[in-house]
């Protein structure tokens, strides 16, 4: 297995009509910055977006969908708490609170330790106790995921579109989504995160055998 590792936050909404909304915001990754938008409809349709065919394949091959496409995923940040995502067909924004206890926890930890395979592993059954979400897992053969958390806001107001209609008030991130081992935290929040995939040797970083 070799090792990709991926920084930057993920931001997990739910919305009154039952669609739910996965945002990757990544500042440092093997693709250079990138967003992805995984949407998942009240109906289950799971679909990915992302702005290249090489980042759609590389997640598409690390996390399962219904349809994938290839669009410009925009997202802007100001005052580190207004983010605003353009995802055609899709619309999001939405504000973060003040860090939780469990982001002040999750701070505390220094960042070496915090993305370590053993020390994300330890924390696998509190976090699903916690916060209805795993650590790490695998949802394709030959990937393994680690999700090293480092801090977390609470999302506390969104409003979103999709193809024109509105979404819904925000809501938790119930029934989980189905896109890989496991969902995002139930509470609507952004996570800042390490994630390392280890990708089985012989495999492209795309999930083509090489």
């Known amino acids: 297995m070799r090792t990709l590792r991926f920084d930057g936050w993920i931001a997990g909404i739910g919305t ?3 669609a739910r ?4 915001h990544w500042v440092r990754s093997p693709f250079g910055p990138f967003s992805d938008v995984m949407f998942e409809a009240a109906g289950g349709h799971r679909l990915l977006l992302a702005p290249s065919r090489e980042t759609a394949d590389f997640v598409a091959s690390t996390y399962v969908f219904d349809e994938v496409r290839v669009a410009p995923v925009r997202v802007r940040v100001t005052d580190r708490r207004h983010w605003a995502v353009s995802a055609a067909p899709l619309e999001l924004r939405f504000r973060t609170g003040r860090r939780s206890a469990t982001g002040l926890a999750l701070r505390a930890v220094p960042g070496l330790i915090a993305t370590r395979p053993d020390w994300i592993a ?13 650590t790490h897992g695998s949802a394709r053969p030959g990937r393994h995921q680690w999700y090293g958390a480092r801090d977390l806001h609470p999302v506390v107001s969104a409003t979103a579109t999709y193809e024109g209609a509105r979404l819904g008030a925000l809501a938790p991130v119930e029934p989980p989504v189905r896109f890989g081992f496991g969902s995002t935290p139930s509470r609507p929040c952004v996570v800042r995160v390490t994630t390392s995939v280890a990708v089985e040797r012989g495999r492209s970083r795309t999930g083509a055998v090489s």
């Open 21 to 24: 909304v996965v945002l990757g």
């Open 16 to 18: 009154a009509s039952g």
């Open 122 to 134: 330890l924390w696998d059954r509190p976090a699903r106790l916690l916060l209805g979400a795993r």
